[in-house]
């Protein structure tokens, strides 16, 4: 079992930054691929950004791109998102979940949300413009 909880969501101006945070504990932080994905109202959950175990591999929706950047310590059991140059187009709630069979990316890593087991309740991120 693994349960996450994230935080750091909030209001923002278009252009502001925002650090999202996502706690995870119950099984070996360090040994699983994570990922953050989100959902807008009335849309699909859809990913954002994965990291695998160590943090050395990352991969982007095309949309966060040069934006966004996921990273992880795992002496924390955190992974993190860091978010700048936000529009509006990135309100949504914000999830982070656990892919535990694996540590390293799959090649659907970032397609397949089915690959994760877990996931948190969520952190909500609106952006005004």
């Known amino acids: 079992q693994v349960q996450l909880v994230e935080s750091g969501g909030g209001l923002v101006q278009a252009g502001d930054s925002l650090r999202l945070f996502c706690a995870a504990s119950?099984?070996?932080?360090?040994?699983?691929?994570m990922g953050w994905f989100r959902q807008a109202p009335g849309k699909q959950r859809t990913s954002v950004a994965v990291i695998n175990w160590s943090g050395g591999n990352t991969r982007y929706a095309d949309s966060v791109k040069g934006r966004f950047t996921i990273s992880r310590d795992n002496a924390k059991n955190t992974v993190y998102l860091q978010m700048n140059s936000l529009k509006p187009e990135d309100t949504a709630v914000y999830y982070c979940a656990a892919d535990v069979g694996r540590s390293e990316l799959s090649p659907t890593a970032l397609n397949n949300r089915y690959n994760y087991d877990y996931w948190g309740q969520g952190t909500q991120v609106t952006v005004s413009s």
């Open positions: 119950g099984r070996t932080f360090s040994s699983y691929v």
